[in-house]
């Protein structure tokens, strides 16, 4: 059984103080749940008072939404995976869309960036994802073991375990549009069998595959009762501690 993971992307939002209130009042709401995986990704301006914020809580884990593939060096404005163990980082999203587009970043620069997020301990998140022009000319599969096969070069069996999927259609991304659970599901089914192809059956099986793209309250439970959906990585509706804790509630395990 894969335990489900959500996880908070907050882009460049929220100072530190917005942080720390953003934390009091989802523990509130949560607690210490130990049932889903909880992940918070502050900017990095604020990783060291979410942790504050957090005290003595076991099950929240906190990430970065980018690093370097180098450990240190002249890359001005870049963090490192040092770094980030230094902050007690334990994820970091690596790929997502937003770096593929507005930055340039390709599927080799990805799989340093994942390679290297490893050899520091960090799990990465890997987020890939097809455009609406690419889903409209029927290349969903093709863009998808692209950039699987590509970010995930190289990595062994238990690296491959340890990296956390997270599927994003760019088009459902901060547009309100959500991939139905029925494309959804189609989506995720497909990643795993790449990974299995990639790896191999027993691998692909414990590798969790978040979704992502316009995740809300209302309809993420419908999203990850799918059998291929593992959690999800929640954008816009994570700014909002109480929306992001109906979110984690609704990944609970059925009774």
């Known amino acids: 059984m894969r335990k489900k993971i959500v996880a908070a992307n907050w882009k460049m939002n929220k100072t530190q103080v917005e942080a720390a209130a953003f934390i009091s009042t989802l523990l509130l709401e949560i607690g210490d749940m130990a049932d889903v995986e909880v992940v918070i990704l502050p900017p990095f301006t604020a990783i060291a008072k979410v942790n504050e914020a957090l005290g003595n809580s076991q099950n929240i884990k906190v990430g970065a939404q980018n690093m370097h593939w180098e450990r240190s060096g002249a890359f001005t404005g870049e963090i490192s ?151 999800a990585l929640v954008g816009g509706a994570s700014l909002d501690a109480r929306s992001f804790a109906g979110i984690v509630k609704a990944a609970l395990p059925n009774d």
Not at 81 to 107: I, N, Q
Not at 116 to 131: D, N, Q, S
Request: proline share 3%; net charge negative; hydrophobic share 40%.
């Open 81 to 231: 995976s040092t770094m980030l163990r230094d902050l007690f980082c334990r994820y970091v999203v690596l790929g997502h869309s937003e770096r593929r587009t507005l930055f340039g970043e390709t599927d080799e620069i990805i799989n340093r960036k994942v390679r290297a997020a490893h050899e520091a301990t960090l799990r990465p998140i890997l987020c890939v994802g097809e455009t609406l022009d690419q889903r409209e000319r029927g290349n969903v599969e093709k863009i998808l073991a692209l950039q699987l096969r590509g970010s995930l070069a190289n990595l062994g069996t238990k690296e491959l375990q340890e990296t956390v999927i997270a599927y994003e259609p760019v088009w459902a991304i901060g547009t309100g549009r959500t991939a139905t659970a029925a494309q959804a599901q189609e989506a995720h089914a497909f990643i795993r069998h790449t990974l299995s192809k990639i790896a191999d059956d027993a691998t692909a099986d414990k590798i969790r595959i978040q979704y992502g793209g316009s995740v809300k309250p209302d309809n993420a439970h419908e999203l990850m009762e799918q059998p291929d959906i593992d959690g």
